[in-house]
């Protein structure tokens, strides 16, 4: 279940729209703010940057530091929820010791907040108002979207509860109908639970943790990790050994990877056309 092909359909209706706007003279916009020293995370965010250029938005990478204090991250994401010329906003993690992503995303505009952070667009996920999902939960809906994967009626398991993927995926998975139970350190023996599992999703940071003594045969299972080995490569939340089992299984990387970084340059469009 590769998602570069749905990546590549997103970006270029993103591109399409973005280039009606940009004649409009209202070019979408993206702020990534980042207070990390974390090289994955410089990554990525240089990956969200060169997306964003291809797809003819603006982006603006602004670092304040791995040492800033929370409150400067607070006031500089106030200044760029103000700011008319910026339409989608981006908190990169991990933040610096002791900063809390839950309380600055809190000082992001919802209607800008394109990747889901601030509790109140949780809130309204949550409660089915429009709000914009986290652009990695979104991205599981999206696949199995594309590959034809019912879910309604069916039963799913995520294991993970974060507020960046495990619980919002929870959510949007339950509006579509499936039952969802989710796992997390606390549950008792994970493979008994995970094993019941028609659709599988691993959303827990620990590097191949699931196992084919995790998965019914048949099962669908999306992996979002995306855990750095120290020889510089990326392996998911799932064994590799797991495709024997599995009836589909995205890989680590080019699975759900690009079309987050789609969704999310998707979202500072959708943005820009209500600001």
């Known amino acids: 279940m590769r998602g570069r092909q749905l990546a590549g359909t997103l970006r270029t209706e993103t591109a399409d729209r973005a280039a009606e706007l940009a004649e409009r003279g209202a070019r979408p916009h993206l702020a990534v703010v980042t207070a990390t020293a974390d090289e994955s995370s410089a990554w990525y965010v240089r990956s969200i940057a060169r997306s964003a250029e291809k797809a003819g938005?603006?982006?603006?990478?602004?670092?304040?530091?791995?040492?800033?204090?929370?409150?400067?991250?607070?006031e500089r994401l106030r200044r760029?929820?103000?700011?008319?010329g910026v339409h989608g906003i981006?908190?990169?993690?991990?933040?610096?010791?002791?900063?809390?992503?839950?309380?600055?995303?809190?000082?992001?505009?919802?209607v800008k907040d394109v990747d889901g952070a601030n509790p109140l667009s949780l809130g309204r996920l949550a409660t089915g108002l429009p709000a914009f999902a986290p652009a990695t939960?979104?991205?599981v809906l999206a696949l199995l979207d594309h590959h034809r994967v019912e879910l309604a009626g069916r039963h799913a398991v995520v294991v993970g509860r974060s507020t960046v993927v495990g619980k919002p995926a929870a959510h949007l998975l339950l509006d579509r109908n499936a039952t969802v139970t989710v796992c997390h350190s606390r549950t008792a023996d994970l493979a008994a639970v995970t094993r019941t599992a028609d659709v599988l999703v691993a959303?827990?940071?620990?590097?191949?943790?699931?196992?084919?003594?995790?998965?019914?045969?048949?099962a669908v299972v999306i992996d979002v990790g995306t855990n750095p080995t120290p020889d510089g490569e990326l392996v998911?939340?799932?064994d590799p050994s797991v495709r024997h089992t599995a009836g589909a299984l995205t890989p680590v990387p080019g699975g759900v990877g690009p079309v987050t970084t789609a969704l999310l340059l998707q979202h500072t469009v959708r943005a820009a056309l209500t600001l």
């Open 57 to 74: 938005l603006g982006c603006s990478v602004v670092d304040l530091g791995p040492d800033a204090p929370a409150n400067a991250v607070r």
């Open 80 to 84: 760029l929820s103000a700011d008319r």
């Open 90 to 110: 981006i908190l990169q993690t991990p933040l610096p010791e002791g900063a809390r992503l839950e309380e600055l995303a809190s000082a992001i505009d919802p």
């Open 137 to 139: 939960a979104e991205a």
């Open 203 to 218: 959303a827990v940071g620990r590097p191949r943790l699931i196992t084919p003594d995790h998965v019914r045969p048949g």
């Open 236 to 238: 998911g939340d799932v």
